[in-house]
């Protein structure tokens, strides 16, 4: 028993390392090349704070608790309605957001998904006992080597490789996502090495500047960061506020520099999205940066501040209330896949749940996609099932097999000047459609036939996606869950609006989508 405790201790440790949902030894070069040579143009610092909502910011600042917040509202733009992508996942958001496309660009489907090519369920880091389950070496090297070395496109440029063809200068601290055009080195602790294969050192690209936690501290020679394995080894907010704190007090400001702020996910996950104490703190924390550079007025005049979300939450419901959807139990007679076991001929069904949204991957040729989803339908907490047959894509509704079928191209078109044939049950997915105009105006499902698309498409396969209905949240076996919490995951707009807020200048995004944001910064960093 005592080492089976230790073995979860170490997985938890290792699951905080990689969610963050060593030494590096290049600190010198890092800093040499930082600053930037743009003259008088401003930065761009993006925060992005993990699972922000717009509702907790409006109920902070209407009981007089944000006041960070409220002055960059009150001196900029304000959102309350950015559309994610999807699944509701960070990985793939920060893909999305860092690349401009959706997952069937990026090809980074969520924090769990099958390769077809490697035979295996990906697991970047779920929760403790599936990360077990799965084999901590396997998560380690797919989190640490895999995500940015070979599972995001290599077709695809980064923002940080756009801004090195401009000749500009970039940063990330934090970032699950930070692949760029320099060479970087994580240093692994030996107490991981004992228990994976890593390597004592990995070489990685990223921006001119990279700070990931204890792995690549270039500031080691210079601060003291809370990167301990009390700090979860540096992945937390204070270590990433203070590491932006020096860069602007050292006038080593990055033309783009990209902040991931962790914390507040996991105080939604257990408490719940009505729970301020988090964005309290994120209030304060961003205080502190914008004190940096003398004061929050001159924040303004020398950079452009954007903090936005990744996601919203679900409050999921108690124990009581029956939350949890056992996925694995809904296939009767067929054999599902377990956590850790290798495919074999006899696997008929293949799961990788991300929270409140699923992929079930069908191997037995002798069943159809429909014929999965016609069974579970009848599970009435379902809330969605979709799957991909040649161009189109369909969409039933869980209880009443209501189905629509779309694709790509046609004379629909919606806000987002995409186009789309859309036949059948409009109401699937609440889609307002003005026939005499041919217009698409979406409701509960923003952005939906683009972002189930993006999922549908992200990666090789025979699969499904399912979605939750509110207050519902999917299971395997070993799947973390959160009841009387908090979830994410799915396509609904509770999960899938978040919060932008843009100080130190006018010019507008075009579109309010995390996926058009790389366009929108590469204009603020090139056109000032």
Known sequence: MRKIGKNIVLVILILLLLCGCQNSKTNELDLIHIKSAGGQKKKVIVMLVDSLMAQSIDQGIREQELPTFQFLIEHGQYYQNLVSSFPTMSVT??????????????????????????????????????????????VAIDGLIHLNGRHLSRELPTIYDDLAWR???????????????????????????????LDKEISVKGP????????????????????????????????????????????????????????????????????????????????SLLQAFGSPEKALNEAIIMILGDSGMTQILPADQNPEIKLHELFGDAKVLRPGEAVSTDTDIILAVNETMAYVYLLNKDRSLEDVANGLIREPRIDIIAWKEREWIYAIQGLTGKQL?????????????????????????????????????????????????????????????????????LADRSSPTH????????????????????SGTEHKPQYLRIVDLKTYLLDLLTKQ
């Open 93 to 138: 958001i920060d893909s999305t957001l860092l690349t401009g496309t959706y997952p069937d660009g990026h090809l980074v489907p969520g924090l769990t998904w099958y390769s077809t090519d490697d035979q295996k369920v990906i697991n970047y880091g779920t929760g403790p006992m599936e990360v077990f389950k799965q084999g901590i070496n396997s």
């Open 483 to 502: 009841k009387g919490g908090g979830g994410h995951g799915s396509i609904r707009k509770m999960e899938s609006l978040v919060p932008l807020i843009i």
């Open 208 to 287: 001119d500047f990279l700070a990931f936690g204890s792995l690549s501290n270039p500031l080691a020679s210079v601060l003291n960061l809370p990167d301990g394995l009390t700090n979860r080894m540096g992945f937390n907010n204070k270590y990433a506020i203070e590491v932006a704190q020096y860069l602007i007090q050292a006038n080593k400001l990055p033309d783009f520099l990209y902040v991931y702020l962790s914390d507040l996910d996991q105080k939604l996950h257990k408490k719940g999205p009505t729970d301020l104490s988090g964005v309290k703190e994120v209030d304060q924390q961003l205080q």
């Open 167 to 197: 000749g500009l200068k970039s940063g990330s601290i934090n970032g699950l996502i930070y692949r760029g055009a320099y060479d970087h080195t994580l240093s692994i602790p030996k107490w991981i090495q004992s228990f994976t294969s």
């Open 405 to 473: 079928r779309f694709k790509a191209n046609g004379n629909m078109i919606d806000q987002y000047k995409q186009s789309w044939t859309v036949e059948q049950d409009y109401e699937v997915l609440d889609l307002e459609v003005n026939t005499a105009d041919q217009t698409i105006n979406y409701g509960e499902y923003p952005d939906a036939l683009q972002r189930l698309s993006g999922a549908l498409n992200s990666h090789e396969g025979n699969f499904l996606v399912v979605t939750a209905k509110p207050g519902y949240e």
